[in-house]
């Protein structure tokens, strides 16, 4: 007889049920009315008490009949509340808070060209119905972003609204979803399909990260029609706001399972129950159709080849009867979607322009909740907004010692930096002893730098300042903030770091850190192919010499992320392959040798 998964197995499998069930009691409480004390001798006294007493209690009795009323009122007085700065700013643009960009016709000021006609809702990947003031980001998102956006296919924006009805049918609150989380607690196999079935991604990793694989997920999920939803104990829902009309996206608190306690080696894990002979993927027939009522996905940049089959057709098939799937990914995985034949005509369809799939769905889902916003947005009017042209630099310096990651003052990556910005012709030169300064160019360049270490951005802005530039444009180089140190289990450095990624996809031109993926979504939100600096591929965090790669930098094949540990397995061939030439639309990463991204067809 087959082993059973410790998780599922009814009473024929020989073991008894060991299900990671979340503990917790009833949480009650008394209100007691305060105890009268009245003088005896006094009456009227006695009296007024025992009527304050009756109105304190029809106050209580009515509260507590009203109290989502009060909740919804409390929340959206929140909501419209004065939004809180992160970034220091020297001047603060003076408008009226309550009015900041909520309408079409308000006189713009955002550029010296004028701006007021934009696309709010992104070309149709948004709908109509949301409260404006409770999250600004998600109809103001074209106003602060100058590129031509890449336009939604009709097909993805129908796809959309039948996810978005998915999500409200089946989602928390729903019979169906409670019906759903029942059904993690039976100990046995599950046969025949669901009308709701889930994918539960489990949040870690830095900011830059995260947007990817909710991505990920939520593609995976459209893919497979299932509803996604989303850890609500990573710092969520102060960060993004919600994304699906009329249903919320947080896995409920009461979520019957202790998800925390996943991990590679669980035996819930897919890729375990394969190593076990638990399931057998592509011989799944041998099972009766029968499937766990959950199976775990561990996806993170070091899981096992067993875990790698997902990304096998065979694999997906039985997959796909599993009412809950519970992922953890740190990764970008898409382009391993697009290389799974079952799903190659539906993604040819969503996205004709392959390269388009973060820039479309990252906009869709991901929008700012109002402090990152109004941080990101203030910053921009203060400082960008008038330039001519905004260069974004995102520097990170992926080397450590010890434990400890190092971030600077390296200066050869000051040299790297100005080799490709001035190469490229994305800055001008700086004035030397055989140059003269030009006269009559009032043209301004902003260059807005994001780095852990000020000391990029004062060096950048102490050369320009010192010395000019030989064809008169003015240079000016702003800093948001620098942390040192990434810290991702902190919020309001998590709150930083996404309004810096949003302000780096306000650039005209963007210049980024290979094998970053903060750089990696600023480009895709922003539409924008960057120059892209290149690192020694030999040990890319303990490189063996500090000196500038040459060439500096290059610009990359499409505005897709790096898939970093993409898997080597061919399905078809039962063989270890190069899996970046199976398709011509799946090449390997211009930072990443060993990784893959997404390019479009008419850019090979």
């Known amino acids: 007889m087959e082993k059973q998964p410790s998780s599922w197995q009814g009473s024929n499998g020989g073991h008894e049920k060991r299900l990671p069930l979340r503990g917790g009691g009833r949480l009650e409480t008394e209100a007691r009315a305060p105890h009268a004390h009245a003088h005896a001798a006094d009456q009227q006294e006695a009296g007024r008490g025992r009527h304050r007493r009756n109105c304190v209690r029809a106050a209580l009795v009515l509260c507590l009949l009203t109290l989502p009323a009060c909740v919804l009122i409390v929340g959206n007085l929140q909501a419209e509340s004065s939004s809180e700065m992160l970034f220091d700013v020297d001047d603060l643009p003076k408008y009226d808070d309550d009015d900041q960009d909520i309408r079409d016709d308000m006189p713009d000021d955002l550029s010296p060209s004028a701006q007021i006609d934009y696309d709010r809702l992104l070309g149709g990947l948004l709908v109509e119905g949301f409260d404006e003031r409770s999250c600004r980001s998600r109809y103001q998102f074209a106003r602060y972003h100058r590129n031509a956006a890449r336009v939604p296919s009709s097909y993805l924006i129908e796809r959309l609204r039948r996810q978005e009805a998915l999500q409200k049918k089946c989602g928390p609150g729903t019979k169906s979803y409670n019906n759903a989380a029942k059904q993690l607690m039976s100990t046995q196999s599950i046969n025949g399909t669901s009308d709701c079935n889930y994918l539960f991604l489990i949040i870690h990793a830095g900011m830059g990260n995260r947007m990817l694989e909710i991505t990920s997920a939520f593609l995976y999920a459209l893919l497979t029609g299932r509803v996604l939803l989303v850890d609500r104990s990573k710092q969520i829902a102060s960060t993004f706001c919600e994304p699906f009309p009329g249903t919320s996206w947080l896995i409920p608190s009461d979520f019957p399972l202790s998800y925390n306690e996943f991990t590679e ?102 929008h700012p909740t109002n402090d990152i916003w109004y941080s990101a947005t203030t910053y921009y009017r203060a400082y960008l907004a008038k330039a001519d042209k905004v260069v974004g630099i995102q520097i990170r310096v992926l080397e450590t010692k010890g434990i400890l990651q190092r971030n600077g003052p390296f200066p050869h990556v000051l040299e790297q930096v100005l080799s490709c910005a001035q190469g490229e012709k994305l800055l001008p030169q700086i004035i030397g002893v055989t140059h003269e300064a030009a006269t009559g160019n009032n043209r301004t360049i902003a260059v807005l730098v994001t780095s852990l270490s000020s000391w990029y951005s004062d060096q950048i802005r102490g050369r320009y300042s010192e010395h000019g530039t030989v064809d008169g444009t003015t ?108 398709v011509p639309y799946v090449r390997h990463c211009e930072d990443v040798s060993w990784g893959l991204k997404i390019v479009n067809e008419t850019q090979l």
């Open 265 to 366: 080696r669980s035996p819930e894990s897919y890729g375990n129950m394969l190593q076990d002979n638990v399931i057998r993927g592509n011989t799944y027939r041998s099972l009766t159709s029968a499937r766990p009522p959950y199976v775990f996905l561990y996806l993170d940049g070091d899981c096992a080849p067993n875990d790698t089959l997902f990304y096998c057709e065979d694999h997906q098939q039985f997959l796909q009867g599993v009412p809950w799937l519970i992922m953890r990914t740190d990764m970008y995985f898409v382009p391993s979607l697009f290389l799974i034949p079952s799903f190659q005509d539906e993604l040819s369809k969503l996205f004709p322009e392959k390269d388009t799939v973060f820039h479309h769905l990252g906009r869709y889902l991901l």
């Open 475 to 582: 240079v000016k180089v702003y800093q948001p903030s620098h942390e040192e140190y990434q810290r991702s289990k902190n919020k309001k450095h998590n709150m930083k770091a996404l309004a810096e990624i949003y302000l780096l996809s306000m650039s005209d031109v963007l210049i980024t850190s290979g094998y970053s993926t903060f750089g990696y979504v600023a480009q895709g939100l922003a539409g924008l192919t960057p120059w892209i600096m290149y690192k020694p591929e030999d040990d890319l965090y303990k490189p063996k010499n500090h000196v500038v790669p040459k060439p500096p930098c290059g610009r990359a094949m499409s505005i897709e992320p790096c898939f970093h540990q993409a898997p080597y397995f061919d399905c078809k061939a039962k063989s270890f392959a190069d899996l970046g030439k199976v």
